[in-house]
C-alpha cells in the first residue's frame, strides 16, 4: 500500500516556477509508476506528467511538453513536479498518483492510490 502526500502549492504570479513535490509512504514505492494530474474548477482531473518505477523513462501530456518537468527519488520517497514559467491557465489542484507499470500512464481510472491533492493559483 502506498500513501501519498503532495505540498508545494500556491499562490504565485504568472512567469514564476514552482516545485511541488509528493512523499509516500511505504515499501513498495519503488514498484509503482508515478505521475501527476492537475483538475482545474469545473473541469475533469486531466494527466499532465508521469515517470516510470525506475525514473528512466518520462511521459508529458502535449500540454506539459517544455515547462514542465517530473523526477522521483526512490531513495527519499518522493516524486517532484517542476512548473516553469506559470500562466494562468495552469491554476489547478495538483494530485500525485501511483499505478503498476504494465498500465497506460495517461489514464485516470489506471491509478490505485491519489494523494488529496495541493492548490495552485497563477495571477496574471
Known amino acids: 500500500q502506498v500513501q501519498l502526500v503532495e505540498s508545494g502549492g500556491g499562490l504565485v504570479q504568472a512567469g514564476t516556477s514552482l516545485r511541488l513535490s509528493c512523499a509516500a509512504s511505504?515499501?513498495?514505492?519503488?514498484?509503482?509508476?508515478l505521475a501527476w494530474f492537475h483538475q482545474a474548477p469545473g473541469k475533469e482531473r486531466e494527466f499532465v506528467a508521469g515517470?516510470?518505477?525506475?525514473?528512466?523513462?518520462?511521459y508529458y501530456s502535449d500540454a506539459a511538453k517544455g515547462r514542465f518537468i517530473i523526477s522521483r527519488d526512490n531513495a527519499k520517497n518522493t516524486v517532484d513536479l517542476q512548473i516553469n514559467s506559470l500562466k494562468p491557465e495552469d491554476t489547478a489542484v495538483y494530485y500525485c498518483?501511483?499505478?503498476?507499470?504494465?498500465?497506460?500512464?495517461?489514464?485516470?481510472?489506471?491509478?490505485?492510490?491519489w494523494g488529496r491533492g495541493t492548490q495552485v493559483t497563477v495571477s496574471s
Open positions: 498518483a501511483a499505478k503498476i507499470p504494465a498500465l497506460i500512464f495517461n489514464v485516470t481510472a489506471n491509478y490505485y492510490y
Open positions: 511505504g515499501r513498495t514505492f519503488g514498484n509503482y509508476d
Open positions: 515517470i516510470s518505477r525506475s525514473g528512466w523513462t518520462t
